[in-house]
């Protein structure tokens, strides 16, 4: 499996972002998208997730309201639409795919290579 995350930038505080995370290779089986974030020195932090099949979603507290998790399963593409962006939202943001309904990061097995979100103040 293949995943190649995309959509990053830098947006001014209260702006948006839409990434996306491209899957390609054998990603039959594979029943959950999550997007991670992590700031330099600082652990993996779980913000959403989204089931492939039957769309359920999760969203950590810290972005419930503001970030929206989709996927598009005939492009085989998810995205995470984030609104109402704050300074404390800057990471480099990760997509990842799992065959278990979790949102510990040790449990997703396949990894995008990450892009950057700044949000300036």
């Known amino acids: 499996v293949q995943l190649q995350a995309s959509g990053g930038g830098l947006v001014q505080a209260g702006g948006s972002l839409r990434l996306s995370c491209a899957a390609s290779?054998?990603?039959?089986?594979?029943?959950?998208m999550g997007w991670f974030r992590q700031d330099p020195g600082q652990e993996r932090e779980f913000v959403a997730r989204?089931?492939?099949?039957?769309?359920?979603?999760f969203y950590a507290d810290a972005v419930k309201g503001r970030f929206t998790i989709s996927r598009d399963y005939a492009k085989n593409t998810g995205y995470l639409q984030m609104n109402s962006l704050k300074p404390e939202d800057t990471a480099v943001y990760y997509c990842?795919?799992?065959?278990?309904?979790?949102?510990?990061?040790?449990?997703?097995?396949?990894w995008g290579q990450g892009t950057q979100v700044t949000v300036s103040s």
């Open positions: 990842a795919v799992s065959d278990s309904l979790t949102s510990d990061s040790k449990f997703y097995d396949y």
């Open positions: 989204i089931s492939w099949f039957g769309g359920a979603t």
């Open positions: 290779g054998r990603t039959f089986g594979r029943t959950l």
